[in-house]
């Protein structure tokens, strides 16, 4: 089982920045997908973004244009970073690292709090 860390949660003010980065364990077979996901208090855990191998990405509509996600799969470690600009209260949530390889490994990342506050 790959084991992804993450790192760069924080308190920000409305219209701040933050950069999450999630580094995994061992390499994951190729191809793969490396993203995103959030959960708000009483609410499901969301996709907010995604980047494969080969470069396809996908992004919550309500981040497009905010949020930035990129990969470094350099030295055969993967490693997923989202740049998130103009964060508002409402991307207040726990943010959780993942992992899909195509031969089938889900991994889960322990998840980060990013909280957006004045």
């Known amino acids: 089982q790959v084991q992804l860390m993450e790192s760069g949660g924080g308190l920000v003010q409305p219209g701040g920045s933050l950069r999450l980065s999630c580094a995994a364990s061992r390499t994951i077979f190729s191809p793969n997908t490396m993203g995103w996901y959030r959960q708000a208090p009483g609410k499901q855990r969301e996709l907010v973004a995604t980047m494969s191998t080969g470069g396809i990405v996908t992004y919550l509509s309500s981040v497009k244009g905010r949020f930035t996600i990129s990969r470094d799969n350099a030295k055969n470690r993967n490693t997923v970073y989202l740049q998130m600009n103009n964060l508002q209260p409402e991307d207040t949530a726990v943010y959780y690292c993942?992992?899909?390889?195509?031969?089938?490994?889900?991994?889960w990342g322990q998840g980060t709090q990013v909280t957006v506050s004045s």
């Open positions: 993942n992992a899909v390889s195509s031969i089938g490994g889900q991994s």
